[in-house]
Structure formats: structure tokens, C-alpha cells
């Protein structure tokens, strides 16, 4: 006779146990490989040039390469971004003051130089990663079926993608120049509390 505290043992049950495990495994191989950030980001340059290979050799899958390609220039746009965007920012102010916001109510500093601020990134450096990997094997899937081989002029998608990604681009180092910010740790590092 069964006790009622036992749980039913159906295949619902067993296969949901399964990728429970198949769940915590794969998030401790990610968290293992979080602090390796140069090996990682080799193997995702491994895995795209082992997609490009693919494609150069095989001369198909063209929309596919493109797709990858649009992902990835969107991926790059939201790491170079802040989370804090300072345009946004100031299109709210602008709106608020046109509606006849409170004049009274307590102001923080307006210029740009008056504190620090640190750069955070809209997309973080490991979901940069972790979605770039994917849609690579994602990608090097794709190319495994006739179905995504769509006959297409490829030079007119190289041509588009290049001309896409130079005023992106543009536009993003004029937002950079405008509102001063810089998304890389460029120069020398602060140190704080040691020996000189």
C-alpha cells in the first residue's frame, strides 16, 4: 500500500527530473566558465569562423550568415549603450518641464562633471557572450537543413549589412561624443588604500 506522501512516479514526473538536472548541470558549466572571459570569447571567434568556413565552402545559406550578422550588430549596439540612457534622460526633463512639473522640488546637480558616475552597460558582458554563442549554434544549425537555404544575391545583403552597420555606428559615436561617456576601461587603473 502506498502512503500518500509518496510523490506518483508518472513519466511526467521523471522526464521534468531530468531537465531539472539537465538544468542545474548546464548552469554549472556556465558558472564555471564566467571568470574565463579571454577563452570564452576565443571559442565563440572559433565558432564563428568554423559558421563563415561553413558558409564560404558550402556558398549557400546566405540569409541565415545575414541573420547572424544583424543579431550580432544589434548585440554590439546594446553592450556600447548605457543602461542609463543620458538622451532619454533628458527628453523626460524636457516633457516634464513642458507640462509645468514642480519648479520647487529638489534639483540634482546638472552638469555632467559635478559627480561620478560609472559606466553600466545596458547589455552586460556575459549576456553579450552567452547570446552571441548561441545564435552562432543556432546559426551553424541552420545550415544543416536545405530549408533555411534561401537562393538569394548575396552581394546586395554585404552590401546593405555594411552600409547598416557604418551609420549605426556613426550615430552611436555621436551619442558617445555628445553625452561624454566612454564604454571601455581605457588608461591606467585606480588603486585605492595601497602602497604608492
Known sequence: MMSSDEPASTPFHSAQASFSKFQRQYQQTLDRWTPHVLQRWLATLGLLALFMLRIVLSQGWYIVCYGLAIYLLNLLLAFLQPKFDPSLQDDLLADEIEEGGDQNAPVLPSQRDDEFRPFVRRLPEWQF???????????????????????VYWPILVVYFCVLFALTMRRQIQHMIKYKYIPFDIGRKARYGGSK
Open 129 to 151: 557572450w552567452l547570446s552571441a554563442t548561441r545564435a552562432t549554434l543556432v546559426s551553424l544549425f541552420c545550415t544543416v537543413s536545405e530549408v533555411f537555404d534561401v537562393p
